[in-house]
Nanobody, 132 residues
Framework: QVQVVESGGGEVQEGGSLRLSCTAS????????MGWFRQNPGKERQGVAC????????YYSDSMRGRFTISRDNDKNTLYLQMNGLKPEDTATYYC?????????????????????????WGQGTQVTVKS
């Protein structure tokens, strides 16, 4: 049984920083690219950043590029998101998920160019609130 647990959220002032973690069990972690997503009530889930199975390929959505850094530790089955320069519009529940599209090992990239159904093993999320 796959279990994914996000942590590290909280309330910060504008310009502050947070580091989110996502620990997975019950899956072969380094078989999957991993991604961070965020969502507010009544709105669609948005891709934030993703990272390839080895960690060498990363992708950021435009509004996060330069402020957020995604990383992973495959030995610890853990995904991270360092968020700096937080803005009120970053307020959301943040989720991590695994890319379940079958890939050859040589495919060491990640992207959000598919659909939400390409991602699975969602955790319960961690709330990030940025106060102005």
């Amino acid at each position: 049984q796959v279990q994914v647990v996000e942590s590290g959220g909280g309330e910060v002032q504008e310009g502050g920083s947070l580091r989110l973690s996502c620990t997975a069990s019950g899956l072969t972690f380094d078989d999957h690219a991993m991604g961070w997503f965020r969502q507010n009530p009544g709105k669609e889930r948005q891709g934030v950043a993703c990272i390839s199975w080895s960690g060498s390929g990363v992708y950021y959505s435009d509004s996060m590029r330069g402020r957020f850094t995604i990383s992973r530790d495959n030995d610890k089955n853990t995904l991270y998101l360092q968020m700096n320069g937080l803005k009120p519009e970053d307020t959301a529940t943040y989720y991590c998920a695994a890319d379940i599209r079958p890939r050859h090992r040589d495919y060491d990239y990640c992207s959000f160019d598919g659909s939400q159904s390409d991602w699975a093993y969602w955790g319960q999320g961690t709330q990030v609130t940025v106060k102005s």
